[in-house]
């Protein structure tokens, strides 16, 4: 696709449910973060793959937090029992380059609201 | 640990000014930095990236400038417009602890006035 693309935009959940949040990625692009956007704040790093490889999930808060990209392409980002902390902006980012020098496109993100 | 700064962290200026938004960073082992501009409700939009072997890039009435051993980064807006009202952020990627990652500022809210 043309751009990153990011759903659903908008996602309210009622405490301890769980949530699922997809990312369809640049075509083509190799690597594909999560990251996390308090209000008012820089995003934050959550995870990173390289093709289906999850290679860095040292950001993730806790163990409710769980990211797959299963074939390489499309991923998700997925919440269980969902906290009130956990409302934010989840921004996925994708890259062409395997390496450290790529320039990174950010989807619009999807905004989880924690009732 | 690296630690990225943005000062200020609110700019009002009249449109058609010069402009200049800081971003300082605690380690120099980088392997770039990167300038995005948020607009309310969105996405980032990647402005500029430098890598750490460059000194500036430039891309219309914008040019950032990369200082790695000061740790510090600027960018130059020229001829503002209140189209450029957004929030500006500026990431570096760490070497080599965290390479995968980006290490974001606060970012400068720009707001350009007609």
């Known amino acids: 696709g043309a751009g990153v693309s990011q759903s659903p935009r908008y996602k309210v959940a009622k405490r301890g449910q769980d949530v699922a949040l997809r990312c369809d990625p640049i075509?083509?692009?190799?690597?594909l973060f999560w990251y996390q956007q308090a209000l008012g704040q820089g995003p934050e790093f959550l995870t990173y793959?390289?093709?289906?490889?999850?290679?860095?999930k040292s950001g993730l808060p806790s163990d409710r937090f769980f990211a797959e990209r299963p074939e390489g392409s499309v991923s998700t980002l997925k919440i269980q029992r969902t906290q009130q902390e956990d409302s934010a902006v989840y921004l996925c980012?994708?890259?062409?380059?395997?390496?450290?020098?790529?320039?990174?496109?950010f989807g619009e993100g999807s905004r989880l609201t924690v009732l | 640990k690296q630690e990225v700064t943005q000062i200020p962290a609110a700019l009002s200026v009249p449109e058609g000014e010069n402009l200049v938004l800081n971003c300082s960073f605690t380690?120099?082992?980088?392997?770039?930095l990167q300038w995005f501009r948020q607009d309310p409700g969105k996405g980032l939009t990647s402005l500029l990236l430098?890598?750490?072997?460059?000194r500036e890039q430039t891309s219309g009435r914008l040019n950032a400038s990369l200082d790695k051993s000061s740790g510090r980064s600027t960018l130059y807006i020229a001829a503002s417009q209140p189209g450029d009202s957004a929030t500006y952020l500026c990431?570096?990627?760490?070497?080599?602890?965290?390479?995968?990652?980006?290490?974001f500022g606060q970012g400068t809210r720009l707001t350009i006035n007609p």
């Open positions: 980012a994708s890259s062409s380059q395997r390496g450290n020098t790529g320039e990174l496109f």
């Open positions: 075509s083509g692009h190799v690597s």
């Open positions: 793959f390289q093709n289906e490889a999850q290679l860095d």
């Open positions: 380690d120099s082992a980088i392997y770039n």
């Open positions: 430098i890598q750490s072997s460059q």
């Open positions: 990431a570096v990627r760490p070497f080599p602890q965290g390479a995968q990652k980006l290490v």
